[in-house]
């Protein structure tokens, strides 16, 4: 009651408003004098403070951790654009059910990539075909939009599109540098983002000259493609203040220990690139604006040091300072980002019959934007929340990331049966930071031969949790493992048995697919492993180095071996079948025995392992004490490292 509606269908405020919502929609707005109010209303008195739809970030990579942030400044929907995995997909269900708090989660897929594809991608789309057939997956699973990154070629690039357009969903993503900037502008592409394909991420120059860039601005206008120019990103790229500096700004207290080591790290590379310049992403978003064309509001929030919700007021004022007024800045992320998804009859504005998303703030944001850095309170589908406990619930999830907690408590206890049973523990790090436990049992099972059960728990920005089980024969081969994965709430199942005649029978559950099975071929000598991927960690299966370190030793230890794998790859759902398992080879190798003073190590290997989705190779050294258990994994740059904590 007694409020100052901003509606953002037009610029003008309604003053002394009464804004009354049942569910999750407005049913009605009218004056104080004549408003009705339902028997048991929850009345907020809103005398002097103003009304504005809920705010839109339409770039953000969403972290799990960070849901209550978003909503605490005021983001009310947000856009996750990479890596989209089921996760987000699940995230979303869970909030929309109302299970967790959080704003309303939109995400694309896996983006489509060229030949040297980002870890966010499904890999590199090689042909027309592979393209449709992604999108069609990706339609069928349930994402909203299909993203595509700056290296996809022109082929893939124009099936996508086409399939995409057939199927009813949105593309939006990149420029990609290799498709000619005609086909661009007609192709049919939704939105373009970041501005990568426009302006050098080394430099921060534009690619266009100089001259050119008026006309090609014009043209952007005219071909009504969105712009979402991230241009937070551009000034964390120019930034010069080292990372400690970074850390100890009070908006990053509730960043968790894991995502801060991780920006910690990313120096020179993700952001405070060295000879970087700013002026070239505002200059150009300058032009776009006096041109007409299209533009959207989005943070890059989950980027190093762009703390999620804070970081979209960040973008609005980066928005002003590249010319836009204060009001049109706000419609960018209200308005004119419903407008965007299709959604603006709707939501997007504050009118009957609109979604109530919305933020109740101290005084009028087209005076001053910092009003709504801290709402007084914010409705998301209706739940309405005041500052006291929105500040409460980030405080409460920071809270329980922070060290000493015990990672195994979602977990069943381990299988203990048989004969034999061995018993380690191994705590994961980046760096001195611990990130994740892993723990297995093995023992001997009269009449099938070893049986083992791991568990490993890895923190977020997406909480993974990892179960496998193996059978290994007397002569020391896999002939059956189970792995399933949760994610965020979203649990894959795969089961790998080996046949007779040199086949494997495969049974799977996906997340938001229907459940599959079928045989395929495999040779006698490869083992089955389980994932050593997980986001953001490369490496999360204790388990599966002993099979390589075992199968080694079988076949002797001189010389550099190849151990053929066939692996379950659960963080590659988004293919369909084929990501389920997959053809790895891994190169073994005996490693000089480092000469440290008291040191228990009596060998060590190299271990090439083939890079997620192909791309690259990484490598982990493997420390081995003298009765040939595991002391410590580590990747040959030192990053990551899991270490032995207790065996029995």
């Not at 059910?97 to 991608?121: E, M, Q, W």
């Not at 009813?168 to 993503?173: A, E, L, R």
């Not at 001997?444 to 949790?465: C, F, I, K, N, W």
Request: negative net charge.
């Amino acid at each position: 009651m007694n409020l100052n509606v901003l509606p953002m269908d037009r610029d003008v405020v309604l003053p002394n408003q009464t804004v009354v919502v049942r569910g999750e929609t407005i049913v009605t707005i009218g004056g104080v004098a004549e408003a009705e109010l339902p028997p048991g209303a929850v009345v907020v008195d809103g005398r002097g403070r103003y009304l504005i739809p809920g705010l839109y970030d339409l770039y953000a990579h969403v972290h799990e951790w960070a849901l209550d942030l978003f909503l605490a400044s005021g983001v009310t929907t947000v856009r996750n654009t990479a890596p989209g995995l089921t996760a987000h997909l699940a995230l979303r269900e869970a909030v929309a059910r109302g299970d967790r708090t959080g704003p309303r989660i939109l995400t694309t897929g896996p983006v489509l990539d060229g030949f040297a594809p980002s870890y966010s991608s499904v890999g590199p789309v090689r042909s027309a075909r592979e393209a449709e057939e992604i999108v069609a997956a990706q339609v069928r699973i349930g994402y909203d939009g299909v993203m595509v990154y700056s290296g996809v070629e022109p082929l893939p690039y124009l099936a996508a599109l086409q399939a995409a357009r057939r199927l009813g969903i949105p593309v939006s993503g990149h420029f990609p540098h290799k498709v000619p900037r005609e086909l661009l502008f007609l192709g049919g592409q939704r939105s373009k983002e970041n501005l990568i394909g426009e302006i050098d991420t080394a430099t921060g120059r534009p690619y266009v000259p100089e001259q050119y860039l008026d006309a090609d601005a014009r043209r952007v206008a005219e071909a009504g493609i969105w712009t979402i120019p991230t241009l937070t990103i551009h000034r964390m790229r120019a930034e010069t203040a080292h990372a400690d500096s970074l850390l100890s700004r009070p908006e990053l207290r509730n960043v968790p220990p894991r995502q801060r080591e991780h920006w910690r790290r990313s120096e020179g590379r993700l952001y405070g690139v060295k000879g970087y310049a700013y002026g070239g992403a505002p200059d150009l978003v300058r032009r776009l604006h006096a041109a007409g064309a299209r533009l959207l509001a989005g943070s890059d929030a989950g980027y190093p040091f762009i703390v999620p919700g804070v970081s979209l007021h960040d973008e609005l004022d980066n928005l002003v300072d590249a010319g836009l007024s204060r009001y049109e800045a706000l419609r960018a992320a209200t308005r004119d980002a419903a407008v965007y998804l299709g959604e603006a009859e709707r939501a997007g504005t504050i009118a009957v019959g609109k979604r109530a998303d919305f933020l109740l703030v101290e005084s009028d944001p087209r005076r001053d934007l910092r009003t709504l850095r801290h709402p007084h309170g914010v409705m998301a589908s209706g739940r309405w929340s005041l500052r006291a406990e929105l500040d409460a619930r980030v405080e409460r999830n920071a809270a329980s990331l922070g060290p000493g907690r015990n990672r195994f408590e979602e977990f069943s206890e381990l299988d203990r049966h048989g004969a034999g049973i061995e018993l380690e523990e191994y705590e994961i790090f980046v760096g001195d930071l611990s990130v994740g436990s892993a723990r297995y049992a093995v023992w001997q099972e009269s009449g099938v031969g070893e049986r083992m059960h791991y568990q490993a728990a890895v923190d977020p920005h997406l909480a993974t949790r990892t179960e496998m089980r193996l059978v290994r024969d007397a002569s020391g081969q896999c002939d059956e493992i189970h792995v399933s994965r949760d994610m965020a709430g979203a649990r894959s199942e795969v089961r790998v048995r080996r046949l007779a005649g040199g086949y494997a029978a495969v049974e799977a559950n996906l997340p938001f697919q229907e459940p599959i099975a079928w045989t395929e071929a495999i040779a006698d000598g490869d083992l089955l492993g389980g994932p050593l991927d997980a986001v953001n960690v490369d490496l999360d299966a204790v388990l599966n180095t002993r099979l390589l370190i075992n199968q080694v030793r079988l076949l002797g230890s001189s010389g550099e071996l190849l151990v053929p794998m066939k692996r379950v790859e659960l963080n590659e759902e988004e293919h369909g079948r084929e990501g389920v398992v997959g053809d790895a080879v891994f190169r073994v190798a005996p490693d000089p025995v480092p000469t440290e003073p008291g040191s228990v190590v009596t060998m060590r290997y190299r271990i090439y392992c083939p890079g997620l989705n192909g791309s690259g190779v990484s490598t982990m050294l493997v420390d081995l004490e003298a009765d040939g258990r595991i002391a410590r994994i580590s990747s040959a740059d030192g990053f990551l490292r899991q270490v032995r904590r207790s065996s029995h």
